[in-house]
């Protein structure tokens, strides 16, 4: 299957991070825990996220897929 992961860093560290498998965010600073408890609880920017991985991953992911056995 196809994962999705949206990081977000600051000053080379990574503070908050979606990711389609979890389903939310998930903060690694006192920063990014307090973003993500008030981003988990808006169900439409959830939902963003989530579109994310049918609108972009799946559809590139087809595209990569077939150049790749065009050329084997």
Do not use: M, P
Not at 9 to 19: L, P, Q, S, T
């Amino acid at each position: 299957g196809i994962e999705f992961i949206d990081s977000y860093v600051f000053n080379k560290a990574e503070y908050i991070r979606f990711n389609s498998t979890v389903g939310r965010f998930v903060g690694y600073t006192e920063h990014g825990v307090k973003n993500a408890e008030a981003w988990n609880s808006d169900a439409g920017l959830l939902g963003q996220e989530q579109a994310q991985l049918e609108s972009f991953c799946k559809h590139n992911a087809d595209i990569y897929y077939s150049a790749i056995l065009d050329k084997t």
